[in-house]
């Protein structure tokens, strides 16, 4: 696990309201704890400063690393098998946060992609949500949809693939 993916954890669990996380990953682990607001640490008496006004960041972060898998490695676990000679030409599009996987902007509207459909690397081809929030989420590369890998409304992991696009 990198550690801009850490930060940015630690971002989501301060913004919202629980009060403990715990990610376990192949043989990682992240665990985080927030005290609304009392860091349980240090005895009060320590500083002569009153207690700041920012909100309390979360506590330490442990990490437990073994090898982290790379993106390569997710994605063979994760994906159907390819034949070897299509497989150099298909590029997964990864999620880059836990969340709902949406195929399209609301119920009401159509998909934004389906197979066979041609994207360009700026189109927007689903929405992952993530407390509350939609992120569209672009195809990354000009080439078209071959495969998508996740069924509306299903909850998806950081760096799990999406879908595979046939890339020219």
């Not at 801009?4 to 629980?18: A, F, H, N, P, W």
């Not at 009060?44 to 960041?57: D, E, F, I, L, R």
């Not at 090898?67 to 030409?89: D, G, R, Y």
Request: hydrophobic share 40%; net charge negative.
């Amino acid at each position: 696990m990198k550690i801009q993916e850490i930060r940015e954890i630690i971002k989501l669990v301060d913004s919202s309201s629980i009060d403990e996380f715990t990610y376990e990953s192949e043989g990682t682990k992240v665990k985080l704890k927030k005290n609304g607001g009392i860091f349980s640490g240090a005895p009060a008496a320590q500083s002569g400063a009153s207690a700041p006004a920012a909100p309390a960041a979360p506590a330490p972060v442990a990490v437990v690393p073994p090898a982290t898998p790379k993106a390569e490695e997710l994605v063979s676990e994760e994906a159907p098998e390819l034949p070897a000679s299509n497989s150099k030409n298909l590029h997964p599009i990864l999620s880059p946060m836990v969340g709902t996987f949406y195929q399209s902007p609301s119920p009401e509207e159509p998909a934004y992609v389906q197979p066979g459909s041609k994207v360009s690397a700026d189109q927007v081809v689903c929405i992952v949500e993530a407390m509350k929030l939609f992120n569209e989420i672009e195809a990354e590369v000009d080439g078209e949809i071959a495969e998508i890998l996740v069924k509306d409304g299903q909850l998806v992991e950081y760096g799990q693939p999406l879908f595979l696009v046939k890339t020219n």
